[in-house]
């Protein structure tokens, strides 16, 4: 692991803040990696490596083949904002690939911890969903 930004062009970005050295012997330098990007200073010097480096990657992780996701998989619980609507109609659980989309309690929505931090955009992860469609009798 490098402390520098892994982009080998970095220097070529020409910043004010990447100059170093005396008069008449002044340079351009690599950015320090961010703590953010990990291995590059900036989303352009990921980009720039990313193009250079992306099939050895690939090789490296392997191909997959297509995924999918079935029906009975295909739950999810969704918060929906709209000012015309009730407040507790907020909350929906939905199967698209069924074609439901059931109104559900924020109670029902959310984790007892979500409910105490009182975000009202956060819900259950999928397979919770999934939970409590059997649980309502949706799925089994
Ligand atoms: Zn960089």
């Known amino acids: ?11 070529s970005k020409k910043n004010q803040n990447q100059i170093r050295g005396s008069k ?14 990990k291995y590059w200073c900036s989303m352009g010097c990921r980009d720039v490596w990313w193009q250079d480096h992306k ?6 992780v392997g191909f997959i083949d297509k995924q999918v996701l079935p029906l009975d ?8 904002y709209d000012w015309r609507e009730e407040s ?13 989309d059931r109104v559900i309690t ?5 984790t007892p911890e979500q409910i105490a931090e ?3 955009w ?16 949706l799925a089994s």
């Open 118 to 120: 009182d975000h009202n």
């Open 122 to 137: 956060s819900t259950i992860d999928d397979t919770q969903a999934k939970e409590l469609a059997i649980t309502l009798g």
């Open 73 to 80: 998989d295909a739950w999810y619980v969704e918060y929906t």
């Open 55 to 60: 099939d050895t990657c690939m090789n490296a």
């Open 106 to 110: 924020k109670q029902q929505a959310q």
């Open 24 to 37: 008449g012997n002044k340079y351009y330098q690599s950015n320090k990696s961010s703590g953010y990007y």
């Open 88 to 100: 507790h109609n907020r909350y929906h659980l939905r199967n698209k690939l069924k074609g439901i």
């Open 1 to 11: 692991m490098s402390e520098w930004c892994q982009n080998k062009s970095c220097p």
